[in-house]
């Protein structure tokens, strides 16, 4: 079975993609950006945008059956290298007990105002392995 979540967000619909999808305990979210789906506006921040990716994972995550704890896999895509220790700040406290596998790439943005681009794989239970 396969179940897929959906955010809402309007890119979602454009581009024709799932924000997560659940196989079996596994769980693929997509490459996330900083948007405040409440609002659709983008902080100015990297940081905030950092933390507003992670709490739309998380609430993909939830609506699969799974956490942000069970994440096993995690990949930054951050547009620009003085973003960098910014994106640790933010990232760091979520992930320094999980310690997932984890990759930062330098890439460009499809819009000027993403600054970070979060993408995770998620096994259920993997918190309690």
Same mark, same amino acid.
């Given at each position: 079975m396969v179940q897929r979540v959906s955010t809402g967000s309007p890119f979602e619909a454009t581009?024709?993609?799932s924000r997560a999808v659940r196989h079996e305990d596994t +769980?693929? +979210?997509s490459g996330t950006?900083?948007?405040d789906y /409440?609002? @659709?506006k983008m902080p100015e921040s990297v940081g905030e945008q950092a933390s507003n990716a992670l709490a739309t994972i998380a609430k993909a995550l939830q609506e699969a059956g799974s956490d942000i704890k069970d994440v096993v896999r995690v990949v930054y895509y951050v547009?620009? %290298?003085s973003y960098v220790d910014e994106v640790v700040k933010a990232v760091g406290p979520v992930f320094a007990?999980? %310690?997932p596998a984890a990759s930062m790439l330098l890439v460009g943005m499809i819009e000027e /105002? @993403?600054?970070i681009e979060i993408e995770v794989t998620a096994r259920i239970g993997a918190q309690h392995s």
């Open positions: 581009f024709g993609y +769980v693929y +979210v950006t900083g948007y /409440a609002t @659709m547009g620009d %290298r007990e999980i %310690r /105002a @993403m600054k």
